[in-house]
Every structure is written in structure tokens, then in C-alpha cells.
């Protein structure tokens, strides 16, 4: 509890600058405190500036404070110091967890390391003479460990000093003798060195994996921002295009109430100018009709005769032309030409929405990662086997379906509508998706190593059957003496030294095939970028070569 309690104060009494205990305190304005040398040499980088910080709470000074000695502080410092000493000297006891020396008597001592002869731990006075005494001299140390009977052989109770290389184990010298006689042993000390030279390799090989990792996460960051800022600039963009139809469209509504309003306006004017006539026709043959009914009744003979002739003549068709009424007939026009244009609007934003997923999903696509090293291929290696009912006649399977070679004989093969009937080709049973990866050695004159659709054509000898010759189907072939890929009948010369053995690595959902040369190294032969859109079908095809699938 006491050193518990001196490690609190020192971090009390610790320069923030230095991370050391207080030499020649002083202590700012704002309440912190520093060495003296410290803070000087901190503010004498500022001094180019005219304004002076405390590097804890950067409150700023002007001028530069003059700091004197904290005298009570360097007292307290001084103080802790000789605590720290005092506690210093009780630290070699032995605390939880530690390895005690098996010769201190009463309180025991840390032991500094362990004697494997002695079967014992020892702290430093009580291993002095191991390091002086003659008799010790052949003693085994090691660091100090509480469990020194694991480093016994348990038949013998020898210190195990011996690697058995048959048996992959520790063991002691008389080991050697009887229970490993005759086997291959070696030092420990040789075979720590031999095993410490594969973990330095392995440690350089994780090296570069981490590395290439963390490009791989540094170019999956870069990219996922990428698709977040470009994901954020579309919505604002979209957005302000989206709200410019909005606007449009409230125009366009605008303008087409204000052309009902205007027509009708104009419509009802016009109705008003004819009302306003037929009520003057009206009055006036009202009039008229009131005095021929007054005349009409007179008894006058010769008063009737004067003001019959006095009467104007009236028109057959009336004062005026017949006025027709046809309601809502412009307006019906209008909604419907409206409505129209709601259905074609709707239609086109339905189509284009559509055609907005395709890009969104097939182009904004984060990078992908391909495996670079054969162990990291490995992981996706696929157990293939050959499909009996589509091997051609001259091409003989064995090993379980693995091993394909081609006969000039023919195979009793029954008739099936899968078979390649001319062509020496045959296809896996497996048909690929995800990531895959597999393997194939080859030897002869010349063979083909394939992916392909399972609708290819198995009959003729025309491009439509060929591996490599069609829209279906992508080829590496390979001879004795060199390589060429073919898709779709394009052949495309590939400058690379032959192998026996290639592989291949299909990432269906990326797009993504690529055949390899495998030897000491790995060594990409050709890679195809493009779109698969059903699953493929590993496929071979083979002229005086067998091939076997690994």
C-alpha cells in the first residue's frame, strides 16, 4: 500500500513536459506546475510569436511571466524522492506472481533465475555461486520459472537437453540411449535455432501480409468514402433536381388554372355581352307585344288601321342570331390533356427509376480484393470431379473421375446427349459460383484448361462446341512450347514460360478469372474482367496430354 501511495504522489508531482519527477519547480499563473528547464526551453520557441502558452491548459500570457523557484514544492519532491529510494531497497522481496528463491530463509527474496541441475530458483546473492564456484560451473541457468519439473524428463528426471526430430519432442540424454536410439536428435539450442530461423521467415511473411492488409483496408476506406461522399452529393443533387420538377410542375399547374380562369373569364364576358342583348330583345319585343295587345283590343276601326300601318315590320328570324350554349366543352378538353400528361409523367419516372438501379449497383462497387499468394488461394479450393457424360470418346477417366487422358482408341461410352461426340472435351460435374479456386497438372502435346457455360453446344466440330470459340465459354491453352487465351474465337498470345501446373481463380460474383503458372512462385498468366451470368462449369480440353485435377 505505501508504494501504491508513492506512485500516486510522483504522478502528482510528475513535469508534464518531461514525465520525470520535478527539478527546480516553478509553478505558472494558471496553477501548473513544471521544471523550471522545461518550461523555459518550451517558451523560448514561442518567444518568436510574442505570446507564451502553459502546454497543460494553453491559457496565454503576454509578456513572458518571470518564474521563480516553488521552494515548498521542491522540499515535497525532495521528500518523495527518498521515499521512493526507501521503497526501492525493500523491491527485490518477492510480491504475486513472482518466482521466490528456494534458499532465502523468513521473507522471501525474487529469484533472479534457475538452476536446472540444482532443480532450484535463486535470487542474486544466493546464485553467486554459480557464477564464482567451479563445482556450478556446468549448472544449466535460465530465466527464473516456477515450473522447473517441465523441463525434466519425466523417465529419466534429466534436464531435457535433446530434440528428437522423429518424434517431434524433448528429450533427455539418456533418451538417446534407449527409447530414441537411432533416431534423428539434434541440441535443443540447434533446433531452437533452426525453428527461430522459419519464425523469423514466418514473422516477415506476416509482415507483408499485414502490409499488403493494410493497403487492401487503406484502398476498402478510400473507397467506402468515396461512395459515401459521391452517396451524399447525389441526394443533394438529386434532391435540388427533384424540387426543380416540383417547381416546374407547380408552374405548369399555375399556368393552366390561370388559363382556365383567363378562358372563362373571357367565355363569361362574352355570355354577359349576349345576355345583356337578349335582355334588350327581350324588353323590347315584350314592348312590342304589349302595344299590338293594346291596339288589338281598340274599338276604333279607323284608329287601328293608322297605327297598324304606323307599326315597324318585324323579322321573320327574330331581333337577333339563335345563340347556342355548349358547357365545359374547352374545359373537358384541358383535364383530359392534363390527365394525359400525369400518366406519360408517371410512366417516365417509373421507367427512369428503374434504369437508375443498374448503375448504382453494378458500377459504385467496392474494390475487390484478390488473393495473392497460393495459401490465400488455397482457402477457396474446390474438390472438382470429372462428368463421365460429357467426356468425348477418346478421352479415358480414372483416379475416381480426377484424371483425364487422351486415347487415340475410343471408350465404350454410351450414347448421352451431354457428350462432346467430336471434339476431344470433357466438362466438370461441379458448377461454380462464389469463389473458387482449383488446380490442374497437366503433361503431354497440348491441352486446354476452361470455364464455361453449361449450354455450349456438344455436337460438330464448329466454333459454337469449341472451348474458347464462343460467347459461352473462356480457354487457356497451353503446349509445350507456349500460351494463348481464347474467348468468343479472339485469341490472345500470352508471353509467360509454360508450367505443368496451373491455376485457376473464379470470383463469379466479381466478375473476375484468372488462370495462374504455379512453381517456386505464382505467376498470373491472364486475368478476364466481364459479367457472369449463370454458373460455370470447369471444362478440358486435351490432344496426346493427360491432365489431373489436384
Known sequence: MAEASVTVYQKQFTCAICQDLLKDPVTTACGHNYCMNCIKSCWDQEDHAGVYRCPQ???????????????????VVEKLKNT????????????????????????????????????????????????????????????????LQDKLCSQHDKPLEVYCCIDQQCICNLCTMYEHNGHDTVSADAQRTEIQKKMDEMQKEFQQRIQMRQKDLKVLREAADSIIRSAQSAVEDNGKIFIEMIYSIVRRRSEVIQRIKDEAKAAVSQAKGDMKRLKQEFDELKRRHSELKQL????????????????????????????????????????????????????????????????VTKDTVLPVLVPRTRAEFLQYSRHLTLEPNTANRHLHLSEGNRVVTWKRETQSYPDHQERFDLIPQVLCTEGLTGRCYW????????????????????????????????????????????????????????????????????????????????????????????????????????????????
Open 84 to 147: 521512493g529510494q526507501q521503497m526501492t531497497a525493500t523491491a527485490h522481496y518477492t510480491r504475486p506472481g513472482d518466482v521466490e528463491c528456494d534458499s532465502c530463509t523468513g521473507r522471501k527474496r525474487k529469484a533472479a533465475k534457475s538452476c536446472l541441475v540444482c532443480q532450484a530458483s535463486y535470487c542474486e546473492t544466493h546464485l553467486q555461486p554459480h557464477y564464482g564456484s567451479p563445482a556450478f560451473k556446468k549448472h544449466k541457468l535460465t530465466d527464473a520459472t516456477g515450473h
Open 439 to 550: 488446380e490442374v497438372k497437366w503433361s503431354g502435346r497440348s491441352i486446354g484448361i476452361a470455364v464455361t457455360y453449361k449450354g455450349i453446344s456438344r455436337t460438330g466440330m464448329y466454333d459454337d462446341s469449341w472451348l474458347g470459340s464462343n460467347d459461352k465459354s473462356w480457354c487457356l491453352y497451353c503446349s509445350a512450347c507456349s500460351y494463348s487465351f481464347q474467348h468468343n474465337t479472339v485469341q490472345t498470345a500470352l508471353p509467360d514460360p509454360p508450367s505443368s501446373r496451373i491455376g485457376v481463380y473464379l470470383d463469379h460474383g466479381a466478375g473476375i478469372l484468372s488462370f495462374y503458372s504455379i512453381s517456386d512462385t505464382l505467376t498470373l498468366l491472364h486475368r478476364v474482367q466481364t459479367t457472369f451470368t449463370e454458373p460455370l462449369y470447369p471444362g478440358h480440353f486435351l490432344w496426346n496430354s493427360t491432365a489431373k485435377l489436384c
Open 57 to 75: 491548459c494553453r491559457q496565454t500570457f503576454i509578456p513572458r511571466p518571470v518564474l521563480a523557484r516553488n521552494t515548498i514544492l521542491a522540499e
Open 296 to 359: 288589338s283590343h281598340t274599338d276604333d276601326h279607323i284608329h287601328f288601321l293608322q297605327s297598324w300601318q304606323s307599326l315597324p315590320v318585324i323579322p321573320e328570324a327574330g331581333f337577333g342570331p339563335r345563340i347556342s350554349v355548349y358547357p365545359r366543352c374547352s374545359f373537358e378538353n384541358v383535364r383530359k390533356v392534363v390527365s394525359e400528361l400525369k400518366d406519360q409523367l408517371e410512366n417516365v419516372c417509373e421507367k427512369k427509376t428503374a434504369e437508375l438501379h443498374r448503375p
